[in-house]
């Protein structure tokens, strides 16, 4: 990917981070008039939009909505994602071609692969004449009375404007830095500590051997904490826990708490038992509940001691099966802690919205400053919605 050299003369918005918040903003803004430069200390644009639906990009979700993210200030995220919708989006993409298909829960991802949103992005920033400047890195910030100057690996920039959306902690490898925090820090912007989201579990001693031994399985679960729940799939791991629902609730999941895990996936197990019961009383109960979750999951059940070992289903109760599902469904575990940043695919917290507006994603104390994207305190759900809040905190500061 070709970068431009520095630039002399002024530009009205200085972006810093070209991921897909800040070529999204760059082009709005191009569109509007402005001179626009985009910089990033990476080789290349957009690497997570480029792995992003295992290289599909799952770019948003229909059913977007303020509930669908995690913030101190739920309300923040409101004006924008009802100003630019998943619909909007659709359109942009229709106007060049890229096709898509609907998973599920309202998951939408490209037909093609990922590269296609990238080279979106980037021929719709270059249509407006703005500027892309990758291998760069940003130094010494200052504001002045004409707006902000930047020192870089590229050389001194003038901007009227100052738009951050460098992204959080995620993917140390992909290059995920702290810059965004250090930036609104130095202008007295306060910053929630930022914490892995969207991240597998990892557990220790006997939890960690046990799950480890079924590596690969995978079934529905509905996964709680005090705060929320998620009826998905889980994934055992080597390590623990993963899969959708284990990503979903770890967003939601404080150090130290437990999770309940409902393995029975809210169905009517009782019903479906009985009516087994009825049919295969010589049956083991162990070989019943086979028809309703893994086999291999089912053996570690039984040697942790989770289900009873009965050899005819008729020799056990209405009740004695009634109290094993009513374990089986609330099955509550402790984690040892998340993978961390390695493996997160967002950041939770951020920089306070607080001195923020929800309108323009302007800075209330320092005019010209803005902060769009992952390093805010916005925080969606797995399954597209991270990048509809990219597009719409980018639309709504270029609409400023």
Known sequence: MPTTGPTDDPVDALVIGAGAAGLFYAARAGEAGLRVLVIDHAAKPAEKVRISGGGRCNFTNLHTGPGNFISQNPHFAKS?????????????LARHGI???????????????????????VSELRDVGGQLRLNT??????????????????GLVRADRLVVA???????????TGLAYDIARQFGHAVIPPRPALVPFVFEGRDKEDFASISGVACPVRASTKRADFNEAMLFTHRGLSGPAILQISSYWAEGETISLDL??????LAALTAFKAEHPMKAFATALETLMPNRL?????ARGAIPDVPRLADMSHAAIESVLADLSNWTIRPAGTEGWRTAEVTAGG????????????????????FIGECVDVTGWL?????????????????A
């Open 80 to 92: 924008a994602l009802a100003r630019y919708t998943p619909q909007d989006f659709i359109d942009r």
């Open 99 to 121: 096709t898509w298909h609907e998973k599920t829960l309202g998951q939408l991802f490209c037909d093609g692969r990922s590269g296609a949103i990238i080279d979106m992005l």
């Open 137 to 154: 890195t940003t130094g010494a910030i200052s504001k002045t009375d004409g707006g902000f100057t930047v020192e870089t690996s590229g």
């Open 166 to 176: 460098s992204g959080g902690l995620s993917i140390p490898k992909m290059g995920a």
């Open 264 to 269: 029975l996936a809210g169905r009517d197990a």
């Open 298 to 302: 089912v053996d570690l059940l039984a």
């Open 351 to 370: 920089i306070d919205t607080r001195r923020l507006s929800s309108r323009t994603m302007e800075s209330r104390t320092i005019p010209g400053l803005y």
């Open 383 to 399: 399954g597209g919605y991270n990048f509809q809040w990219a597009w719409a905190s980018a639309h709504a500061a270029a609409q």
